[in-house]
Structure formats: C-alpha cells, structure tokens
C-alpha cells in the first residue's frame, strides 16, 4: 500500500530525558527517572500523522548499533521503516527536567557523519516513493559532511514529480532552500520568528513585520507559510490571505515535538478533500496542542484533535 506522505530526517536522534529535584552545576545529582524515546522532527511528524491515520514512511539515516528504540516506535505506530543505517550510534540528546518548576535543560550531542553516498541512498528511495501531491516532510538540521544545499537538493527532486514539500529548518540550510538553489522553491514553510529574523538579516518585533516576510515568500512562488510565534499561536499565509490562530487555552506540558506536530497537522490538512487557510490552522493548531498535553506519552489523540479543532481562534489580517 503506498504512503500518504513521506518523511525525511537526516540528523535523527534518541532523546534521553533526565528528572531531578534540580540542576545544579558542578554538583552531583541523583536522578528521579530516565527514558530514551525515538525523535528527530520528521520522526516526531511520521508519528503524529500515523496517529492520525495517515500511512506514512520515514526515510533517513540511523546509526546501526543503537536503532532499537527507532524500530520499536516504527512497529508500534505502524510507520514503514525506510531509514538507511549506517555504522554507528544515532545521537543522544539529553534533556535534563527539574521537577516542579517543569525547567529543562538540553544537550544535543553531534549527529553520525554523511556522506553524498549516504544522501544519494535517500535519494534513490524518495525517488521511488514520490507522485503527485504526495506531501514530502524536509524536517531538522543537518548532520556533519552535508553541504547546506542538502535540503534544496531534496526539495528540488520532489518538486519535479509533482509532490508537495514541507520545509522546516533552519540556518544556512534554510537560506539555501528559500533562495530556490538548484531552481526549486518547498511548496510550504514553518519557521519561527528567530529563524526568520536569521534569514532576513533584520529584526521582525510584530506580527506586521512577520506577514510582510510571509507574503514576500508566497510573492516568490511558496504556496503556504507558517510562522510560529510561540505563545501567540501561528501566523498562517497563502495567496488566499492571512490569519493568526492560537489555542483557546495555554496546553500544559513540554513543548518538545510541538512544533513537529503543527508541521503534521500541515501535511494532514494537504490530504483533506476541501483545503482551506483556516481548517488548515484549525487542524495544525490542535495537533500541537494535543501532542503537549500528551506529556510523555509523544501520542496524538484524534478525537481530542477533532474537539479542539473548533475551539481554535481564528483572527483574519488585513
């Protein structure tokens, strides 16, 4: 059965989350409870859209002597396993919490070394993968011995079958994707407000500034641009207009996979029948907020998703 939508994460890792009473450096500390789950952004993504219902593969590159806890999510959600591996260990990225206050503190270890052989393999399989309209998550940073153009690489190859590809990066990758290196433009984007700021070489301080940037993009051939402006929701743009939806309450818990959940909800949307720039918003908003309230669980709850859909505020810009 083919896939719904497709994944690709470059510089995956295990995310080991730490409890303590608090963090204190230089002191030793007797930890409450540890647990290593599977991660990397479009990992987060292929997860969230497989409990949603949506068939999808997860293609990218795993260390071979620690995929076991990568093979246990793909097994459990029903993910098609399309990850190369390599020699190696994937990355830990240690996220220390303080109990109480909820504070947490993240070291992110270097990701296993590629090379053009290891990015042409992951071209070989999207190739095979892609059709029309498919939607294509480009998603997180690049490991060591990938050029900055690796994303522009990708999007262009997708691009040219037809297929819809969601961009979320960040730095010298981000630039070279926005610039359409190698003739290609992804057919969506969400940055945050920092990553912007990094690309435009210029400080964006209001939700005016941050439409001018989004319209810009949609001016370039971008058909939809999702801003993220933490608290106060997501700044939503396409040729149709733009709106700004928040969540009508503040969802409890830690923020990690949000952001991946809302690129989720993008691609979800893409596959509805009737596609608009509100019950785009609608959807991607709630998957981020049901995705913190899971806690530890990284679950998406779609009947959750289905209530808060509505409950989203929807505020139309000039």
Same mark, same amino acid.
């Given at each position: 059965?083919?896939?719904?939508?497709?994944?690709?994460?470059?510089?995956? /890792?295990?995310?080991?989350?730490?409890?303590?009473?608090?963090?204190?450096?230089?002191?030793?500390?007797?930890?409450?409870?540890?647990? +290593?789950?599977?991660?990397?952004? &479009?990992?987060?993504?292929?997860?969230?859209? #497989? !409990?949603?219902?949506?068939?999808?593969?997860? *293609? @990218?590159?795993? @260390?071979? &002597?620690?995929?076991?806890?990568?093979?246990?999510?793909?097994?459990?959600?029903?993910?098609?396993?399309?990850?190369?591996?390599?020699? =190696?260990?994937?990355?830990?990225?240690?996220?220390?919490?303080?109990?109480?206050? =909820?504070?947490?503190?993240?070291?992110?270890? #270097?990701?296993?070394?590629?090379? +053009?052989? +290891?990015?042409?393999?992951?071209?070989?399989?999207?190739?095979?993968l892609l059709s029309p309209g498919l939607p294509v998550v480009l998603?997180?940073?690049?490991?060591?011995?990938?050029?900055?153009?690796?994303?522009?690489?990708?999007?262009?190859? $997708?691009?040219?079958? @037809?297929?819809?590809?969601?961009?979320?990066?960040?730095?010298?990758?981000?630039?070279?994707?926005?610039?359409?290196?190698?003739?290609? *433009?992804?057919?969506?984007?969400?940055?945050?407000?920092?990553?912007?700021?990094?690309?435009?070489?210029?400080?964006?301080? +209001?939700?005016?500034?941050?439409?001018?940037?989004?319209?810009? *993009?949609?001016?370039?051939?971008? $058909?939809?641009?999702?801003?993220?402006?933490?608290?106060? &929701?997501?700044?939503?743009? !396409?040729?149709?207009? /733009?709106?700004? /939806?928040?969540?009508?309450?503040?969802?409890?818990?830690?923020?990690?996979?949000? =952001?991946?959940?809302?690129?989720? =909800?993008?691609?979800?949307?893409?596959?509805?029948?009737?596609?608009?720039?509100?019950?785009?918003?609608?959807?991607?908003?709630?998957?981020?907020?049901?995705?913190?309230?899971?806690?530890?669980?990284?679950? *998406?709850?779609?009947?959750?998703?289905?209530?808060?859909?509505?409950?989203?505020?929807?505020?139309?810009?000039?």
């Amino acid at each position: 059965m083919s896939a719904q939508a497709v994944t690709i994460t470059l510089n995956p /890792a295990i995310d080991q989350t730490v409890r303590l009473a608090r963090l204190q450096p230089g002191h030793v500390h007797r930890a409450f409870s540890a647990r +290593d789950d599977a991660g990397g952004k &479009g990992i987060n993504v292929a997860a969230c859209l #497989a !409990d949603w219902g949506v068939r999808s593969t997860a *293609l @990218g590159v795993l @260390g071979d &002597g620690n995929d076991g806890v990568f093979r246990t999510l793909f097994s459990a959600r029903g993910i098609a396993d399309g990850c190369l591996r390599v020699p =190696g260990r994937t990355r830990t990225n240690i996220k220390l919490v303080e109990e109480g206050s =909820g504070e947490t503190t993240d070291i992110n270890l #270097a990701g296993l070394p590629l090379s +053009d052989a +290891d990015l042409d393999a992951v071209s070989t399989q999207l190739a095979a993968l892609l059709s029309p309209g498919l939607p294509v998550v480009l998603s997180g940073g690049l490991p060591p011995g990938l050029p900055a153009d690796t994303w522009a690489r990708l999007q262009m190859q $997708a691009g040219a079958a @037809g297929a819809r590809v969601l961009l979320d990066t960040s730095g010298e990758a981000l630039v070279a994707a926005l610039n359409g290196m190698h003739g290609a *433009l992804p057919y969506a984007v969400k940055p945050n407000r920092h990553e912007l700021e990094a690309w435009t070489g210029t400080t964006l301080p +209001d939700l005016g500034a941050l439409q001018a940037v989004g319209l810009d *993009l949609i001016e370039r051939g971008i $058909a939809l641009v999702v801003i993220s402006v933490g608290t106060d &929701g997501a700044l939503f743009i !396409d040729r149709s207009g /733009a709106l700004v /939806a928040r969540p009508a309450r503040l969802a409890q818990g830690s923020s990690v996979g949000a =952001g991946d959940a809302m690129v989720a =909800g993008i691609a979800a949307a893409l596959l509805e029948p009737a596609f608009s720039l509100a019950s785009c918003a609608r959807l991607a908003t709630a998957f981020s907020m049901s995705r913190l309230e899971s806690g530890d669980a990284r679950r *998406l709850d779609p009947a959750q998703v289905r209530e808060w859909t509505g409950d989203v505020l929807i505020q139309p810009l000039d």
